[in-house]
């Protein structure tokens, strides 16, 4: 019995698996895209055809594109935590369910009858019960993780890809715009490491018995210091810099490179 149950839970965090990378297919497009155009547009607004290295601007250009992004980025981070975290709870409910009566802590149903969890079904239910304001729930504490992660992100990416800057092409390669998002984009995923692991604290809606529920992001702060200690603000970071280094070179290299320029010119 316990071998089906297990059987069941593993199967259940595959699909939550499956489903959780296709919201970050889905949304991570559109905000790589916003991410990309406003930093541009608040370069060229800020600067004379936006090719002066001046620190101060560049990195006020990389705040105005990290504010532009939470847009799409708040509720993306809301269904995938969500997601995510549904194998671990999906794995404690059927374990409730598989432990002795004698010992089995109340539940509203059989593991039979729990609802195996999807984008479509979160999204839906927190429009029902908290509107849209649900789906941006930790929006102050994403905001404060992609606003620094772009004011570090965008000036570092600038001055290391204008390193190979090509007079004759008048841009730099691939390679080299590729290689520069990676070494920005890592910089800037460690950076804000902490703030990520505040972000994800406080948008786990669904909290175990035991566990703290957090009011706000000096509150999780805290907690987190005096209950894991510091070495908790960094948990993730090795595995931020493996994901974001190659997405923002890829990015990067196929932004200069101008690719989207070409496709849309196709459509005109």
Partial sequence: ???????????????????????????????KAIKLAANDFFRQLLMEDGLQRNLKLEMLAGCGAGACQVVVTCPMEMLKIQLQDAGRLAARHQGAASAPSSTRPYTTGSASTHKRPSATLIAWELLRTQGVAGLYKGLGATLLRDIPFSIIYFPLFANLNNLGFNELTGKASFAHSFMSGCVAGSVAAV??????????????LKKGQGEDIYSGIADCARKLWIQEGPSAFMKGAGCRALVVAPLFGIAQGVYFLGIGERILKCFQ
Avoid: S
């Fill in 1 to 31: 019995m316990t071998q089906g149950f297990d059987g069941d839970a593993g199967r259940q965090r595959a699909v939550v698996t499956q489903q959780g990378a296709a919201v970050n297919l889905t949304l991570v497009t559109p905000e």
């Fill in 191 to 204: 950076a804000v490491t902490p703030l990520d692991v505040l972000k994800t604290r406080i948008q786990t």
